[in-house]
């Protein structure tokens, strides 16, 4: 064990990503499983603490302006690691397997009511964002280095976002930790303040157009703790939370304990940019060193060259200030009248624009407290305790599979406890599988995306090609429903995770607009959050009715027991294993829908579909299809929007051609999975493509 570096600010940093990398993965197991047997706070160390602000916290009608814009720009700060996330952790109840199960899909149904709801998306982000902004906004992308060095937090303010994190990456591994970060999330509970810290944050957010403080005590209309419990006793009962109910309890005190610690650490960096107007000035000086150093030309404090006093800091930071506070410019106690202020900072001045309201006030409540300068103690962080987290070494990725290899990759993917191990093989399947399916001599299909991408045609194609569909030969069922029920079976895997090609969106905190075009499909393909909605659950009943009793599909029974073909696991295991890369996959993604959504539409969809109804199968779930995919306002249509936008955005940085391979090269994959099944060893024909395609290829 080792004391407080950056271990915990880096582990944010690697978890904050939508797409973690496997080794950050690994080491948020490490850093929870850590966590879980010994407490990264002594429990009387976090009692002392919170004894010390209360001795010491001020009242808000106290407080000056400058005083609160001081204490709302700290608080802003650690409400973002928080807010920049807010929820992620709750994601895994909208994926495979949870949204299949009845009290899994009803928590999603609530995160999404949460995260998503009309007007609501990202909203603790935009506060922070909006507060950050008008105080002094940290530069860079979220989870970047210049981001967390802007927000200048110690390790303790990542113990909790650090914990929530890891739980939104590894959640097969966490399930009832999981389970217990449910209602501090949904209730509001992780952004609850000190009183006059939350009037100090309001105030300035009052006067601050375009920021708007949330609502913090949403709570829904539903009793979020019988929900939560009949998940614990369902998911225990499942086999998907061994121990549930005593690591639920236990976690539960962790996370209350982490909360507190989270609140102490905001609360203390308010006071003590209260109590030590000097240090927040040093401080100040530090950051603006980098940008300050080479800049003064001539002038002069206290009988040193300016430039001379920069090139000694950040070091030598103390310097600067005691040097500026007995030079012409300052005058102690009075702000109003120190020339620094008023001919200096102000704009238009040499100085205007250099400094952010948050740093004018720290210059200004330095100015005062210099009439009377009293030295009083920062208040200590609690003393945390982080892990020395190493890296955990893994076997390689394999770089083919085999069939077992992909059958074992679909039990990792849906309920492997070890995804620092099924990410890096997720990856090495994709890329594995993006070659091998374009080598594999391609069959006459329905459809084909053309060559080349050129905007004004698209839409136009897709119509055309909706037509020729609608118009293809219908050939009626001729084997008495043989190969609907070799389809249905081996295509059991697959149908029973429909939708989870798109599932890594749900880490998205705000969705661009081609990304919402996708999610909203996502959306409806696990039945809205409706307990028994998802289209793999409307699966289960198809199966059921064709004669099979089948394992759930997450447990080892389904991938042992069941006499599927191995090939039946290609395709599921791809689209599952995509999922798992919705930023640097995005445009195979976005390929991979198309071919998911836009088929089996037309005449000969509903046509084969009335004749297996004439035979006495049921037919629903085909007939769903039929209805959700529509090209009006369905998922096709969609899905060419998606196309739209992700082609526009392509187009402005100049790579049109590139994206528009790696599009067709993701739907190729996706088709020639369903090829190796379906026209291999089950040796079902295609049924569905338009005259003159055949023609063409002289058959
Ligand atoms: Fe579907
Ligand atoms: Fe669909």
């Given at each position: 064990?080792?004391?407080?570096?950056d271990?915990?600010?880096?582990?944010?940093?690697?978890?904050?990503?939508v797409?973690?990398?496997?080794?950050?993965?690994?080491?948020?197991?490490?850093?929870?499983?850590?966590?879980?047997?010994?407490?990264?706070v002594?429990g009387?160390?976090l009692?002392?603490?919170?004894?010390?602000?209360?001795?010491?916290?001020?009242?808000?009608?106290?407080?000056?302006?400058?005083?609160?814009r001081?204490?709302?720009?700290?608080?802003?700060?650690?409400?973002?690691?928080?807010?920049?996330?807010?929820?992620?952790?709750?994601?895994?109840?909208?994926?495979?397997?949870?949204?299949?199960?009845?009290?899994?899909?009803?928590?999603?149904?609530?995160?999404?009511?949460?995260?998503?709801?009309?007007?609501?998306?990202?909203?603790?982000?935009?506060?922070?964002?909006?507060?950050?902004?008008?105080?002094?906004?940290?530069?860079?992308?979220?989870?970047?280095?210049?981001?967390?060095?802007?927000?200048?937090?110690?390790?303790?303010?990542?113990?909790?976002?650090?914990?929530?994190?890891?739980?939104?990456?590894?959640?097969?591994?966490?399930?009832?930790?999981?389970?217990?970060?449910?209602?501090?999330?949904?209730?509001?509970?992780?952004?609850?303040?000190?009183?006059?810290?939350?009037?100090?944050?309001?105030?300035?957010?009052?006067?601050?157009?375009?920021?708007?403080?949330?609502?913090?005590?949403?709570?829904?209309t539903?009793?979020?703790?019988?929900?939560?419990?009949?998940?614990?006793?369902?998911?225990?009962?499942?086999?998907?939370?061994?121990?549930?109910?005593?690591?639920?309890?236990?976690?539960?005190?962790?996370?209350?304990?982490?909360?507190?610690?989270h609140?102490?650490?905001?609360?203390?960096?308010?006071?003590?940019?209260?109590?030590?107007?000097?240090?927040?000035?040093?401080?100040?000086?530090?950051r603006?060193?980098?940008?300050?150093?080479?800049?003064?030309?001539?002038?002069?404090?206290?009988?040193?060259?300016?430039?001379?006093?920069?090139?000694?800091?950040?070091?030598?930071?103390r310097?600067?200030?005691?040097?500026?506070?007995?030079?012409?410019?300052?005058?102690?106690g009075?702000?109003?009248?120190?020339?620094?202020?008023?001919?200096?900072t102000?704009?238009?001045?040499?100085?205007?624009?250099?400094f952010s309201?948050?740093?004018?006030?720290?210059?200004?409540?330095?100015?005062?407290?210099?009439?009377?300068?009293?030295?009083?103690?920062?208040?200590?962080?609690?003393?945390?305790?982080?892990?020395?987290l190493?890296?955990?070494?893994?076997?390689?990725?394999?770089?083919?599979?085999?069939?077992?290899?992909?059958?074992?990759?679909?039990?990792?993917?849906?309920?492997?406890?070890?995804?620092?191990?099924?990410?890096?093989?997720?990856?090495?399947?994709?890329?594995?599988?993006?070659?091998?399916?374009?080598?594999?001599?391609?069959?006459?299909?329905?459809?084909?995306?053309?060559?080349?991408?050129?905007?004004?045609?698209?839409?136009?194609?897709?119509?055309?090609?909706?037509?020729?569909?609608?118009?293809?030969?219908?050939?009626?069922?001729?084997?008495?429903?043989?190969?609907?029920?070799?389809?249905?079976?081996?295509?059991?895997?697959?149908?029973?995770?429909?939708?989870a090609w798109?599932?890594?969106?749900?880490?998205?905190?705000v969705?661009?607009?081609?990304?919402q075009?996708?999610?909203?499909?996502?959306?409806?393909?696990?039945?809205?959050?409706?307990?028994?909605?998802?289209?793999?659950?409307?699966?289960?009943?198809?199966?059921?009715?064709?004669?099979?009793?089948?394992?759930?599909?997450?447990?080892?029974?389904?991938?042992?027991?069941v006499?599927?073909?191995?090939?039946?696991?290609?395709?599921?295991?791809?689209?599952?294993a995509?999922?798992?890369?919705?930023?640097?996959?995005?445009?195979?993604?976005?390929?991979?829908?198309?071919?998911?959504?836009?088929h089996?539409?037309?005449?000969?969809?509903?046509?084969?579909?009335?004749?297996?109804?004439?035979?006495g199968?049921?037919?629903s779930?085909?007939?769903?299809?039929i209805?959700d995919?529509?090209?009006?306002?369905?998922?096709?249509?969609r899905?060419?929007?998606?196309?739209?936008?992700?082609?526009?955005?392509?187009?402005?940085?100049?790579?049109?051609?590139?994206?528009?391979?790696?599009?067709?090269?993701?739907?190729?994959?996706?088709?020639?999975?369903?090829?190796?099944l379906?026209?291999?060893?089950?040796?079902?024909?295609?049924?569905?493509?338009?005259?003159?395609?055949?023609?063409?290829?002289?058959?």
């Amino acid at each position: 064990m080792i004391t407080a570096s950056d271990t915990l600010t880096r582990l944010y940093r690697g978890l904050a990503a939508v797409e973690p990398t496997p080794e950050d993965v690994g080491l948020g197991d490490a850093f929870l499983d850590m966590v879980i047997v010994r407490p990264i706070v002594a429990g009387d160390a976090l009692d002392a603490l919170e004894g010390d602000l209360r001795g010491a916290a001020p009242r808000f009608a106290d407080l000056g302006p400058d005083e609160i814009r001081v204490v709302a720009a700290a608080a802003a700060r650690h409400l973002a690691v928080l807010a920049d996330q807010d929820g992620v952790w709750l994601a895994p109840f909208a994926r495979a397997p949870y949204c299949h199960i009845a009290t899994g899909a009803r928590l999603g149904e609530l995160s999404h009511e949460y995260r998503r709801s009309p007007g609501q998306e990202g909203r603790f982000k935009r506060m922070a964002d909006g507060l950050l902004n008008v105080l002094g906004q940290p530069s860079g992308d979220i989870g970047s280095k210049a981001y967390v060095q802007a927000l200048r937090l110690g390790e303790a303010a990542y113990v909790l976002p650090d914990m929530l994190l890891t739980l939104s990456v590894s959640p097969n591994r966490y399930v009832p930790e999981l389970l217990a970060a449910v209602e501090p999330t949904l209730t509001g509970a992780l952004f609850e303040m000190p009183d006059w810290v939350a009037e100090c944050v309001r105030s300035a957010a009052a006067g601050s157009p375009g920021v708007e403080w949330p609502t913090l005590s949403w709570k829904g209309t539903e009793d979020v703790t019988g929900h939560v419990d009949a998940a614990l006793r369902q998911f225990t009962e499942l086999g998907l939370a061994p121990h549930g109910a005593e690591r639920f309890a236990a976690f539960g005190q962790l996370l209350r304990d982490a909360i507190r610690l989270h609140r102490a650490e905001l609360e203390r960096s308010c006071l003590n940019a209260l109590r030590t107007p000097v240090l927040g000035m040093i401080n100040l000086v530090e950051r603006k060193t980098p940008s300050a150093r080479r800049a003064h030309g001539t002038a002069v404090l206290d009988g040193r060259l300016l430039d001379d006093l920069f090139a000694a800091s950040p070091e030598k930071s103390r310097d600067v200030v005691e040097a500026l506070g007995k030079s012409r410019w300052i005058e102690p106690g009075a702000p109003d009248r120190s020339l620094f202020v008023t001919s200096l900072t102000r704009i238009p001045g040499p100085m205007g624009k250099i400094f952010s309201a948050e740093d004018t006030s720290i210059i200004r409540r330095w100015i005062t407290w210099l009439a009377e300068p009293m030295q009083v103690a920062p208040i200590g962080a609690a003393p945390v305790t982080v892990p020395d987290l190493g890296a955990q070494p893994d076997e390689p990725a394999p770089s083919t599979f085999t069939g077992p290899q992909t059958r074992e990759l679909f039990y990792d993917l849906v309920a492997g406890r070890e995804r620092a191990r099924s990410i890096r093989r997720a990856a090495a399947f994709v890329e594995y599988w993006l070659d091998a399916a374009q080598v594999i001599e391609k069959p006459v299909f329905s459809w084909e995306l053309p060559e080349r991408y050129v905007a004004d045609e698209f839409p136009e194609w897709m119509h055309k090609t909706y037509q020729d569909m609608a118009s293809a030969p219908v050939s009626p069922v001729a084997d008495d429903g043989k190969s609907h029920r070799d389809r249905s079976f081996h295509g059991a895997a697959d149908n029973l995770v429909d939708g989870a090609w798109l599932q890594g969106l749900t880490r998205r905190v705000v969705l661009s607009e081609a990304e919402q075009l996708l999610y909203d499909i996502y959306w409806d393909e696990i039945g809205n959050g409706k307990p028994g909605h998802s289209h793999g659950v409307m699966y289960e009943d198809l199966v059921t009715g064709l004669g099979y009793q089948l394992p759930k599909f997450w447990t080892r029974a389904f991938i042992d027991e069941v006499p599927f073909l191995d090939e039946g696991f290609l395709a599921p295991v791809f689209r599952l294993a995509i999922a798992d890369f919705p930023v640097s996959r995005f445009p195979e993604i976005v390929g991979v829908n198309m071919v998911c959504e836009f088929h089996g539409l037309g005449t000969a969809g509903i046509s084969k579909a009335d004749g297996l109804t004439d035979l006495g199968f049921d037919t629903s779930f085909t007939r769903l299809h039929i209805a959700d995919d529509n090209i009006e306002m369905g998922h096709s249509a969609r899905s060419r929007d998606a196309v739209v936008f992700l082609m526009a955005q392509a187009a402005r940085l100049g790579v049109t051609d590139e994206v528009w391979e790696r599009v067709r090269r993701g739907a190729t994959a996706m088709r020639m999975a369903y090829v190796v099944l379906m026209q291999g060893r089950l040796g079902i024909a295609p049924t569905q493509v338009p005259a003159h395609l055949l023609n063409a290829s002289g058959r």
